[in-house]
Nanobody, 125 residues
Framework: QVQVVESGGGLVQAGGSLRLSCAASGSIFSISTMGWYRQAPGNKRDLVAAIRSGGETTYGGSLKGRFTVSRDNAKNTTYLQMNNLKPEDTAVYYC???????????????????WGQGTQVTVSS
């Protein structure tokens, strides 16, 4: 059984910073990509940032420069540092983890995407 749990959301004023954390736990052999997505009401879920096990990063839109993604492979954890937050950054932020691990009866699953429950980030003007 695998769990992905985010933490660190909250209410912040425009111009402020927040740091989100996401930890994967359970029966895990490896995690290839860990990502952050966000979804505002009425909008689709969009990529914020992703990081591979080797450290390669991808950012959505024009977020690079304000947002920084990192990970600690030993802890199966990824972080999203968000600086100079704007009201339009308000959304539910979701963590994803592409996990390989043991399945049932000696089987093996490869790069199955697990999602966290989401954490609310609200930026006031």
């Amino acid at each position: 059984q695998v769990q992905v749990v985010e933490s660190g959301g909250g209410l912040v004023q425009a111009g402020g910073s927040l740091r989100l954390s996401c930890a994967a736990s359970g029966s895990i052999f490896s995690i290839s990509t860990m990502g952050w997505y966000r979804q505002a009401p009425g909008n689709k879920r969009d990529l914020v940032a992703a990081i591979r096990s080797g450290g390669e990063t991808t950012y959505g839109g024009s977020l690079k420069g304000r947002f920084t993604v990192s990970r600690d492979n030993a802890k199966n954890t990824t972080y999203l540092q968000m600086n100079n937050l704007k009201p339009e950054d308000t959304a539910v932020y979701y963590c994803s983890a592409d996990i390989s691990g043991p399945g049932h009866s000696g089987s093996y699953f490869y790069d199955h995407r697990y999602w966290g429950q989401g954490t609310q980030v609200t930026v006031s003007s």
